[in-house]
Each structure stands twice: as structure tokens, then as C-alpha cells.
């Protein structure tokens, strides 16, 4: 008995070992191709000049000028214009009908 709970757990220890290493490997972090190498660096390199704004990241001024001009032509084209926020949810407002009584008296 005590011979088959030990074949049984040396058979589950590959696969518990397969997890670990899969879940550990980007821990690593040291990529063994030169060209992952690069790509964690530039991105690495981009989270550093990111500042969280929503501007884009080593753009230059016209770019950042063409992109507002194509934002403005396009919150025009969808019923936005100066002082309208299309980025949020339209408030609907419904009146209530005016209903006529009901006249249930009978003569």
C-alpha cells in the first residue's frame, strides 16, 4: 500500500513541477533570444516615458495638434460640438403623458 501512494505521488510530481515552471518562467525575466531581450527593453523603455495622460508618448506637437483636429471634426460629425462631453452617457429624460380621466360614472 505504502508502495502505491508512492508511485502515485511520484507520478504527480511532474505535472505540479510543469505548473510552477510555467507560472515562474516570465519571473525570470532575463530572455534568452536577443530579440525578446529588445522587446521587454523598449518595453520597459515606454512604461518609464509614459506619464498616464492620455496624450501620446514622444509624439510631436503637430501630431498632437492633427490628432485634436481630427478629435473635434469628428465629435462635430456625431452631434457634439463646444462644451458637449461625448465620452459620457446620454441622459434621457421622458415627461410623463398627460392622460385624460376616465369618466366611469353611468347614467
Known sequence: MLSSRLATG???????LKRNVGILAPALQKASDPIQQLFIDKIREYRSKNTGSKTLV???PETIRELQSELEKAAN???GGG?????EFPRFKFDE???????????
Open 58 to 60: 514622444d509624439a510631436a
Open 10 to 16: 511520484l507520478k504527480e510530481v511532474p505535472k505540479v
Open 83 to 87: 462644451g458637449v462631453d461625448l465620452t
Open 97 to 107: 403623458p398627460k392622460v385624460d380621466p376616465i369618466n366611469l360614472q353611468t347614467k
Open 77 to 79: 460629425q456625431a452631434g
